[in-house]
T-cell receptor, first 113, second 118 residues
């Protein structure tokens, strides 16, 4: 079964700092990759997704992620974080084909002024 | 994009009672819906996969007699928590599948239902 690892449990950054959140998955081959964000008290929102093509994917709110097949990684980045980016971030990958998403444990991002 | 709704968004019930949560795909037909559970400050854990017109498939450790899932139509799945106990208090999230134009798998999430059992 597919598994997803998010190495950072809690990240604390000052505003304008750069962000990189790690995500690794266990199975290779054709994969669809997702990053979701959950703001405090709110539901999951899709940040970005990768299905095929350019491995550098741009999402909403200035986020981007790079798919590196050789490293089984899909790290999330943002050049300059804002206080409003404070949230929980989840990386997710389908178990295989058309089966449900498997989520990483999430990374809590706290952005301080 | 595809929209998934859940009702209610928040429910409080007494221990021993049953609670039904609805999940609807509003603008697409969902042959498959999934139910997740999220404890505070934790990740989403898949509970079961629900296919329209057939029995749900439960993940290991999830009691199927306690968490009854029905997927009677292509736009509606329900989760009934029977004989609820305080440890069932959690955030329940449903999602539904839709295939994009390129045939790639995608899963759309509902806003979640917060269940509190007193």
């Amino acid at each position: 079964a597919q598994s997803v690892s998010q190495h950072n449990h809690h990240v604390i950054l000052s505003e304008a700092a750069s962000l990189e959140l790690g995500c690794n998955y266990s199975y290779g081959g054709t994969v669809n990759l997702f990053w979701y964000v959950q703001y405090p008290g709110q539901h999951l929102q899709l940040l970005l997704k990768y299905f095929s093509g350019d491995p550098l994917v741009k999402g909403i709110k200035g986020f981007e992620a790079e798919f590196i097949k050789s490293k089984f990684s899909f790290n999330l980045r943002k050049p300059s974080v804002q206080w409003s980016d404070t949230a929980e971030y989840f990386c997710a990958v389908p178990n295989s084909g058309n089966t449900p998403l498997v989520f990483g444990k999430g990374t809590r991002l706290s952005v301080i002024a | 994009g595809a929209v998934v709704s859940q009702h209610p968004s928040w429910v409080i019930c007494k221990s021993g009672t049953s609670v039904k949560i609805e999940c609807r795909s509003l603008d697409f037909q969902a042959t498959t819906m999934f139910w997740y559970r999220q404890f505070p400050k934790q990740s989403l854990m898949l509970m079961a996969t629900s296919n329209e017109g057939s029995k749900a498939t439960y993940e290991q450790g999830v009691e199927k007699d306690k968490f009854l899932i029905n997927h009677a139509s292509l736009t509606l799945s329900t989760l009934t928590v029977t004989s609820a106990h305080p440890e069932d208090s959690s955030f329940y999230i449903c999602s539904a599948t839709s295939t994009s134009g390129r045939g790639s798998y995608e899963q759309y999430f509902g806003p979640g239902t917060r269940l509190t059992v007193t």
